[in-house]
């Protein structure tokens, strides 16, 4: 009679909790393997694109007309087919246009605010800098109790 109680609860745990992320995860698994070269995809991190290439791990993803990017292939999933990108740029949420003239007082404000950066040493770049991290005599000192030759 003791044992029923942990059982139960174990089988609803299971019932409720476990069953439905498996299922959930074998549905992910088996759609990501039907993707193939042409599908539109969207990456785990947000960028759209269209399938090129695919192999077992990688997918070559098409972002921009000639730009393409490499994937692992557990990182694309295939997009909803809902989503059409274009009609979601053409919507209110984009920002301002801005005018020539509104590019002419940027220009002039940041003419006015600039200052000059003077140009980096060529000693950053000289055989002679010697580096901590690769410099053969640096000693690091001696942790305690450790003996010092």
């Known amino acids: 009679m003791s044992l029923i109680l942990p059982i139960l609860v174990f089988a609803i745990f299971?019932?409720?909790?476990?069953?439905?992320?498996?299922?959930k995860l074998r549905a992910a698994q088996m759609e990501q393997q039907m993707i193939t070269?042409?599908?539109?995809?969207?990456?785990?991190?947000?960028?759209?694109?269209?399938?090129?290439?695919?192999?077992?791990?990688?997918?070559?993803?098409?972002?921009?007309?000639?730009?393409?990017?490499?994937?692992?292939?557990r990182s694309v999933l295939k997009a909803?087919?809902?989503?059409?990108?274009?009609?979601q740029l053409s919507g209110e949420n984009l920002a301002p246009e801005f005018s020539d003239d509104d590019f002419s007082q940027l220009?002039?404000?940041?003419?006015?605010?600039?200052?000059?950066?003077?140009?980096?040493?060529?000693e950053l770049d000289s055989p002679e800098v010697v580096h901590p991290a690769v410099d053969e005599d640096h000693q690091h000192p001696k942790a305690d109790g450790e003996s010092q030759n």
């Not at 995809?41 to 990017?69: F, H, K, M, W």
């Not at 909803?80 to 009609?87: M, N, Q």
């Not at 220009?107 to 060529?122: F, G, Q, R, W």
Request: hydrophobic share 40%; net charge negative.
């Open 107 to 122: 220009h002039d404000h940041l003419e006015a605010h600039s200052t000059e950066v003077a140009p980096l040493d060529d």
């Open 37 to 73: 070269g042409g599908d539109r995809v969207v990456t785990r991190s947000g960028i759209y694109g269209r399938v090129n290439r695919i192999s077992q791990d990688l997918a070559v993803v098409e972002v921009a007309p000639g730009l393409e990017l490499v994937f692992d292939k």
């Open 80 to 87: 909803p087919d809902a989503i059409d990108v274009d009609e």
């Open 14 to 23: 299971y019932l409720f909790i476990i069953r439905p992320k498996q299922a």
